[in-house]
């Protein structure tokens, strides 16, 4: 009975752990300078609208991030009225605070205009 009791307990930590641990962080179309707090290992969704996916595409500007991975970046077509959408997924990978930067890169190479350049500030914790 005694090890029924230890494992009915361990059970319950490791969900109230889980409970606690924070959930992944959804951002659509962040604002310039919006402060972005993580924790190892939680995941983060950027989702930028692409109103023109002919015309360009989001990408991350700058060198591989130091406090985030980058799991995937896909780019979902526009469906049943709703605008396509440029879609990266990363997550927490070690503590520390960086600015990622995301630019609207237009495929005939005209540089990003007023509000195509995003930078949010990063910390890691």
């Known amino acids: 009975m005694l090890t029924k009791t230890r494992a009915a307990m361990a059970l319950a930590g490791l969900l109230l752990l889980q409970a606690c641990s924070p959930g992944p962080r959804l951002l659509d179309t962040p604002m310039h300078g919006q402060e972005v707090a993580l924790s190892v290992e939680q995941p983060m ?27 995937s970046r896909v ?25 990622l930067t995301f630019v609207y890169q237009h495929k005939d190479g005209r540089p990003a205009q007023d509000g195509e350049r995003v930078s949010l500030e990063l910390k890691v914790s």
Not at 77 to 89: Q, R
Request: hydrophobic letters at 40%; glycine letters at 12%; charged letters at 20%.
């Open 45 to 71: 969704k950027v989702r930028w609208s692409n109103m023109s996916p002919g015309d360009g595409s989001w990408v991350l500007e700058g060198p591989a991030p130091r406090t985030v991975k980058v799991v």
């Open 75 to 99: 780019h979902q077509p526009a469906a049943d009225g709703a605008l396509a959408l440029d879609i990266f997924d990363f997550v927490g990978a070690q503590p520390g605070s960086e600015r």
